[in-house]
Every structure is written in C-alpha cells, then in structure tokens.
T-cell receptor, first 113, second 112 residues
Framework: GENVEQHPSTLSVQEGDSAVIKCTYSDSASNYFPWYKQELGKGPQLIIDIRSNVGEKKDQRIAVTLNKTAKHFSLHITETQPEDSAVYFCATQGGGSARQLTFGSGTQLTVLP | DAGITQSPRHKVTETGTPVTLRCHQTENHRYMYWYRQDPGHGLRLIHYSYGVKDTDKGEVSDGYSVSRSKTEDFLLTLESATSSQTSVYFC???????????FGNGTRLTVT
C-alpha cells in the first residue's frame, strides 16, 4: 500500500519567517494531495490541496508544490503568525484503493513571538 | 465542524469490555470514515462506509467492527477492548469520497 513520509516532525520558527514541511509518497498512481491543520482538541481541517495535473497552488500565505517525478510535495507558509501554530498533516489519495486517504505522521509547528 | 458530532468525547473503559463510539452527521454525506490517531502514526483508517449498510475495511481494522443503518449515523464497536486500542478516534465525512474530508472533534478512548 501507499507509504507517506513527512518531515520534520517538529518545527519552530520566528514570527514572520517562513515554514516548509515536506512529504514523500510511494504510489506513483496517487493523484490528490491535501494538507490538513489540526489545532489542539479539534479534528483536522483542510487548508489547501493540489491535484496531480498541477505543479503549484497558492492561497494567500499558504502554498503547496508538487513534484510527481520525484514523488514529493511540500507545504509553504510565509509570514508566519502565532495562530499558525498547530499540527500539520499531509495526505495522498491513490488511484487504486479509491476513497481512502493515507496520512503522514504530522508536523508540530510552533511560531515563536 | 460541518455538522459532525462524535459521542462520547471521552471514555475510560476496562480491558475486555465492549465499547461503541457514535458519529452523527447532519450533512447527508454518502461517505463516512473512522480513523484513529496515535503519536508518530498520523491518522490511520479503520473502516469506512460508502452508503447505508455498505462498509469496507481500512488499514487497521482488526478488533473493530462498524455499522451504518442510517445515512446520518456510523457506529464503531470494539467488541473486547484492549490497551492497544487506547487512542483518539476521529470520524470524517465526504459527499463524494474524493475529498475533502470533514472531521469531527474526536473521541479520546482510554482502555485500562
């Protein structure tokens, strides 16, 4: 089955700096790549996603890039703010066993004031 | 939270006892999912449903069963709870199954 590796597991940045989280995946048939943000005591919430026919997508301070050849994708957060502190999960959805997302192990992002 | 309610929010139970967790949605979405979240493992799929009485296994289904008799309710049952099932359980829903998923706020289960 699909294997998704996420790095780093923890990340601390100064307010205003950028943060980058990277994920690699194993199934070349994967075609959908969402990112979720989880705040303490809550369920994950979708923040941005990208499909395999697109190399980059941006939404205000958040962007995702996809390199299908290398099978990796990244989340970029610019001008970080304290409210960006949370756990971030990447995920993939493959073309084989549809309707299932495979998640990375998560990154705890801390934005220091 | 996209009209998803999980109950109970917290539960402590003893090894060997049966436990049922409930997920209730008001969105009339076809797809419903149960995930467990453990440190270092992210979220792992236990079971999912693609319609009333239509369910399938996920990655970590051993020791769990599910039922969906109505569109709005998806039940997760641990027939005989074990300490390895101590976890945070999340329900998620999707209209099409092709994402995005909308998650509930989770149930923290402790098996002693």
């Amino acid at each position: 089955g699909e294997n998704v590796e996420q790095h780093p597991s923890t990340l601390s940045v100064q307010e205003g700096d950028s943060a980058v989280i990277k994920c690699t995946y194993s199934d070349s048939a994967s075609n959908y790549f969402p990112w979720y943000k989880q705040e303490l005591g809550k369920g994950p919430q979708l923040i941005i996603d990208i499909r395999s026919n697109v190399g980059e997508k941006k939404d205000q301070r958040i962007a995702v890039t996809l390199n299908k050849t290398a099978k990796h994708f990244s989340l970029h957060i610019t001008e970080t703010q304290p409210e960006d502190s949370a756990v971030y999960f990447c995920a993939t959805q493959g073309g084989g066993s549809a309707r299932q997302l495979t998640f990375g192990s998560g990154t705890q992002l801390t934005v220091l004031p | 939270d996209a009209g998803i309610t999980q109950s109970p929010r917290h539960k402590v139970t003893e090894t060997g006892t049966p436990v049922t967790l409930r997920c209730h949605q008001t969105e009339n979405h076809r797809y419903m999912y149960w995930y467990r979240q453990d440190p270092g493992h992210g979220l792992r799929l236990i079971h999912y449903s693609y319609g009333v009485k239509d369910t399938d296994k996920g990655e970590v289904s051993d020791g769990y069963s599910v039922s969906r008799s109505k569109t709005e309710d998806f039940l997760l049952t641990l027939e005989s709870a074990t300490s390895s099932q101590t976890s945070v359980y999340f329900c998620a829903i999707s209209p099409t199954g092709v994402s995005p998923l909308h998650f509930g706020n989770g149930t923290r289960l402790t098996v002693t």
